[in-house]
C-alpha cells in the first residue's frame, strides 16, 4: 500500500532534549516536504526537499533541520525543542510538478513542556 | 499564491449533494485550482484539480466558472464519512519547484445522518 510513515505519533518531551520525527514514503516520490499545523494558521510549510541532498526553508524553519540522506527519508530534527514548537506536524511527498497531488502522513503530534 | 475565499463552515444530510465554494477573483491564467480535505485526526488529502473544464473523479466533481474566478466542488451523494476540512488551493504551474501548498483556513463540513 502506498503510503507515508511518520514516528511517533504521539510525543511529550521537555524544552531541549533533543528529538527526530521520522517520516518514510515507499511511492519513490523526489519531493518531501514537511507542515506544521497550528490553530488560526492553519498549515505551514517548514522546509523541503527536491530530492536526495537537495533541501530548503520553507515558511517557518526556525529551529528545525532535515536532511535528505536517501529518497525514502526525510527526517525532521528538533535540536533543541522549545515550547513554541509544540504543534501537529505532518510530512508529505508527491512526485516532481505543481500538479501532483501530495500524499500525507497521518501526523504527530508533539508536546513541549 | 493567489488567494481563494471559502466558507468557513457548511452543513448537509447524508445522501444529499453539497456544493463547497471557492472564491479566487485574482487567478491567474496558469494557476491550476486543486482541492484538499482533511479529515479529523488524520493529514490532508488530495481530491481533485482542474484548470478550465469541468472534471469529475471517484471522489468529486469540480465545476469552475467561465471566468475561472469561482469554483465549486461537488460531492454528489454524502456520506458521514466526508465530513471533514476542504481546502481549495491555487497552484501557478508555471513557478518551477512551486511544489509548496498554501492552505487558507479552508470550510468545515458537518454531515447530519
Known amino acids: 500500500e502506498a503510503q507515508v510513515t511518520q514516528n511517533p505519533r504521539y510525543l511529550i518531551t521537555v524544552t531541549g532534549k533533543k528529538l527526530t520525527v521520522t517520516c518514510s514514503q515507499n511511492?519513490?516520490?523526489?519531493?518531501m516536504s514537511w507542515y506544521r499545523q497550528d490553530p488560526g494558521l492553519g498549515l505551514r510549510q517548514i522546509y523541503y526537499?527536491?530530492?536526495?541532498?537537495?533541501?530548503d526553508k520553507g515558511d517557518v524553519p526556525e529551529g528545525y533541520k532535515v536532511s535528505r540522506k536517501e529518497k525514502r527519508n526525510f527526517p525532521l530534527i528538533l535540536e533543541s525543542p522549545s515550547p513554541n514548537q509544540t504543534s501537529l506536524y505532518f510530512c508529505a511527498s508527491s512526485l516532481l510538478g505543481t500538479n501532483q497531488p501530495q500524499h500525507f502522513g497521518d501526523g504527530t503530534r508533539l508536546s513541549i513542556l | 499564491d493567489a488567494k481563494t475565499t471559502q466558507p468557513n463552515s457548511m452543513e448537509s444530510n447524508e445522501e444529499e449533494p453539497v456544493h463547497l465554494p471557492c472564491n479566487h477573483s485574482t487567478i491567474s491564467g496558469t494557476d491550476y485550482i486543486h482541492w484538499y480535505r482533511q479529515l479529523p485526526s488524520q493529514g490532508p488529502e488530495y481530491v481533485i484539480h482542474?484548470?478550465?473544464s469541468n472534471v469529475n473523479n471517484r471522489m468529486a466533481s469540480l465545476a469552475i466558472a467561465e471566468d475561472r474566478k469561482s469554483s465549486t466542488l461537488i460531492l454528489h451523494r454524502a456520506t458521514l464519512r466526508d465530513a471533514a476540512v476542504y481546502y481549495c488551493?491555487?497552484?501557478?504551474?508555471?513557478?518551477?519547484?512551486?511544489?509548496?501548498?498554501?492552505f487558507g483556513q479552508g470550510t468545515r463540513l458537518t454531515i447530519n445522518p
Open positions: 526537499s527536491m530530492n536526495v541532498e537537495v533541501t
Open positions: 511511492m519513490n516520490h523526489e519531493y
Open positions: 482542474g484548470l478550465t
Open positions: 488551493i491555487l497552484r501557478d504551474v508555471v513557478i518551477q519547484g512551486a511544489q509548496k501548498l498554501v
